[in-house]
């Protein structure tokens, strides 16, 4: 038997952090370093946001530069873990009877790759992603979650990769740098406290939070991953920040460790 494998939520923020030497950057080398060696990653990032669900089914899944406008140096990363067909069969029996599609056209986009290549730098652990179905709601996402909890005693890092709070209408561009706003840190406080008290319920209905939350989730893509985290903690889990941090006054840079 395996020893059970934590499971963890990065925000992941500006794809220019898979290149940085900063306090993020140098918080997830530092998480990788203490954790136990996984079998494999299970990754559910904000950047695979469609219709249904699949998982990444190929034997050596591509770098995906899902973004624009950024340096040529960061188009120039490659993050060359395999995949795992084991996994994928795995993920398909305990999502069942949900139609798992087994996708061989996207890879691992820049929510996954521009955090592992910092966890996980020699690109050798195996990794999954499995999408999220934009046409479901919030309890959904967390169900899905609690069916994938097992894979933590299977040697299997699940991990959610998105941003508390994630505003780029509000996002201050450019390098100056930016006071947080009070509503971002409001609601990351909140989902922080609620994170400790084990209310799993309010963080699913995030949306009952009110203004705060609707300034800080506009749109769900990036909160969803943190509800799969949720998912799959276990009663008992120690709740840890190991990152923390706002960029640019509306995005969150929060990650979250539970066990």
């Excluded at 499971?7 to 030497?21: E, K, V």
């Excluded at 249904?52 to 899902?66: E, F, L, N, Y």
């Excluded at 009663?235 to 923390?244: K, Q």
Aim: proline share 8%; aromatic share 10%; no cysteine.
């Amino acid at each position: 038997m395996n020893a059970r494998m934590p499971t963890i939520f990065f925000g992941h923020g500006n794809p220019m952090n898979a290149l940085h030497d900063n306090d993020w950057s140098r918080g997830w080398a530092a998480l990788g370093q203490r954790l136990p060696r996984p079998r494999a990653v299970l990754s559910v990032s904000a950047h695979w946001y469609l219709p249904g669900t699949a998982v990444t089914s190929m034997a050596a899944p591509r770098t995906i530069h899902d973004f624009g406008g950024f340096p040529r140096e960061l188009f120039e990363v490659h993050y060359p873990a395999p995949g795992d067909p084991a996994l994928v069969r795995r993920v398909r029996e305990l999502l069942q009877p949900l139609d798992v599609r087994a996708d061989l056209s996207w890879g691992l986009d820049h929510g996954t790759w521009s955090v592992l290549r910092h966890v996980f730098p020699a690109a050798d652990v195996p990794v999954v992603q499995l999408s999220i179905d934009e046409s479901q709601p919030p309890a959904f996402h967390y169900g899905l979650g609690r069916l994938l909890r097992p894979l933590r005693d299977e040697g299997i890092l699940l991990i959610g990769s998105g941003d508390v709070v994630h505003n780029l209408h509000s996002y201050a561009w450019g390098r100056h740098p930016a006071e947080p706003f009070d509503w971002a840190l409001r609601f990351e406080a909140q989902a922080r406290e609620l994170m400790l008290q084990g209310d799993h319920a309010s963080l699913v209905d995030y949306e009952a939070m009110g203004r705060d939350a609707e300034l800080s989730v506009p749109t769900p893509e990036h909160y969803l991953p943190l509800l799969y985290v949720l998912g799959a903690s276990a009663e008992g889990d120690a709740v840890t920040f190991p990152v923390e941090g706002m960029d640019g006054g509306s995005i969150s840079m929060l990650s979250v460790r539970f066990g």
